[in-house]
């Protein structure tokens, strides 16, 4: 069996490397592969996922597993930019920040991520994958409903978004 494991762009996997090269020494069909990994991860276009392709070389055959995104690539897809935050909520001098990054997430778009990533997190209970998906957005400089993650924690904490969470 040889396993690939590569991250691609959703929908924009090629034949080039570092893929062409791996499936080669299998002797697959390297395009029937890239067509099906594109196929697969057309949802997840303009972002990057993990896929790991085993093929059996006695066969021919291969399986295709598309992984899930990071929480950090799912936070710029949700917030449709390219990048987060160079130095989250001006950690830095403010001279050496070329402009202030603020963007900003409602808490519904904070549950949904969360619903997303709650298999990843190891955990069976929505508040924790929500507040796990607050962590991330102090990581990325992102704002919830224009304030700061850990104020929108801290009401999590009070109880304040039970009603959201459910």
């Known amino acids: 069996m040889v396993t690939v494991k590569i991250i691609v ?3 924009k996997a090629n034949a080039g490397p570092p893929l062409g090269p791996s499936l080669a020494t299998a002797g697959v069909k390297i395009q ?3 067509d099906a990994i594109n196929e697969k991860t057309k949802g997840f276009e303009g972002i990057q996922v993990p ?3 085993e ?9 295709i ?7 950090a ?3 710029k ?3 449709n930019v390219k990048k987060l935050a160079k130095a989250p909520f001006n950690v830095y001098k403010k001279e050496e920040i070329e402009e202030e990054f603020k963007k900003s997430l409602s808490f519904d778009q904070i549950v949904k991520l969360a619903k997303m990533k709650m298999e990843d997190m190891k955990t069976d209970k929505l508040k924790v994958a929500v507040k796990q998906t607050i962590g991330a957005c102090v990581s990325c400089g992102v704002y ?7 104020e929108i924690l801290v009401e999590v904490n009070e109880g304040k978004w039970d009603e959201k969470i459910k």
Request: glycine letters at 8%.
């Open 73 to 75: 690539n799912l936070i």
């Open 65 to 71: 597993e598309v992984g899930k995104p990071s929480l």
């Open 9 to 11: 762009d959703g929908g």
């Open 55 to 63: 093929v059996d070389p006695a066969t021919k055959k291969f399986e």
């Open 144 to 150: 919830i409903e224009d304030k700061k993650p850990k």
């Open 51 to 53: 896929v790991t392709v």
């Open 32 to 34: 029937e592969v890239v």
């Open 77 to 79: 897809k949700e917030l």
